[in-house]
């Protein structure tokens, strides 16, 4: 049953999941610079002298991606090791480790050197892309454990278009919203949808473009995932996962608009702000899962060619 690998993958997800909410902390409460310009230590000490809320923030997050980072490659030697058969494992483990490196190795470089805005807002996107290696490799470690399994899918080639469209296409909402929160930009507009009173118009300034683009962005990603979800009811009842996996998206993208209005509607609460996150998070999560299915899919479909081929015909 290999129970190690079900808890190292457990913990590993929320592990991850944990550190994305925790970099989004940093960034609302502004506490990227609470250990001065020093990394590993805080200031270049073990324990500081003058200790404030931004440096405990800053440290925590710190020490967690240490522990985390030691977890999952744990999860990725020992997956490699007892299910490297699969060729989806061998893969999502360079994924999980390559990308949590990166993650760190940029944010060791905005302490040390700083990097601009539009540089920052990518760190959101790489950690986003570790987490879904982390939780698809979660998902096929409980597949081998006989307690969730999604082998017999089989996706249409209009589907599979628009789960790698809106997939790709979620990075760009996901970096349009990590450039609000880096460019203290989620007040700009103090009105929503619009941004002004709620009146049609241009943005005034570079704020306003990148606040009001975000907010289009998430809008599109709302309407394109309620239309996939429209033609999963209607043609894939008989395939639960499907079925089932766009109707999650929907409600995590809807949550994610309404989150994001009552960000704006609260002036940025801090509980609400990470719900945002939370939610953009799980729904990258799916996305990356529903695309996970496509060569499940294509495979299938050609298994099922092969043994209509091989059937004989009686004359």
């Known amino acids: 049953m290999r129970p190690h690998l079900k808890i190292l993958a457990g913990l590993s997800t929320i592990g991850m999941l944990i550190l994305l909410l925790g970099g989004a902390l940093v960034t609302k409460t502004e506490s990227g610079e609470g250990c001065g310009a020093s990394w590993p230590l805080c200031h270049g000490e073990f324990i500081p002298k003058e200790i404030t809320m931004e440096l405990v923030i800053e440290a925590s997050h710190r020490l967690a991606t240490g522990l985390v980072a030691l977890i999952v490659v744990l999860l990725c030697f020992f997956s490699w090791k007892e299910i490297g058969h699969k060729k989806e494992v061998k893969l999502l483990s360079v994924l999980a480790i390559g990308f949590i490196i990166l993650q760190s190795l940029i944010g060791a470089a905005t302490v040390l050197w700083g990097q601009s805005k539009f540089f920052l807002a990518l760190h959101f996107g790489i950690s986003l892309i570790s987490f879904a290696a982390v939780f698809l490799l979660t998902l096929i470690i409980f597949e081998e454990n006989k307690k969730f399994r999604a ?12 789960t790698i469209g809106v997939t790709v296409y979620s990075l760009v909402v996901i970096y349009t919203g990590a450039l609000v929160r880096h460019m203290n930009a989620s007040m700009i507009c103090p009105d929503w949808p619009f941004c002004h009173n709620n009146n049609i118009g241009l943005p005034l300034n570079e704020f306003e473009w990148v606040q009001m683009g975000h907010r289009l962005a998430a809008g599109l990603i709302f309407l394109w995932i309620f239309y996939i979800m429209i033609t999963a009811i209607r043609k894939y009842k008989d395939q639960k996962v499907i079925y089932y996996g766009w109707i999650i998206a929907f409600v995590l993208v809807l949550l994610q608009v309404i989150s994001g209005a009552f960000v704006v509607f609260s002036k940025v609460n801090l509980i609400i702000s990470l719900l945002h996150a939370l939610f953009i998070s799980c729904l990258f999560g799916v ?24 059937i004989p015909v009686n004359h």
Do not use: A, G
């Open 151 to 162: 082998e017999h899918v089989l996706i249409d080639k209009k589907l599979k278009i628009h």
């Open 287 to 310: 996305l990356s899962y529903m695309l996970f299915l496509i060569p499940r899919s294509s495979k299938n479909y050609q298994l099922q060619n092969n043994q209509s081929n091989s």
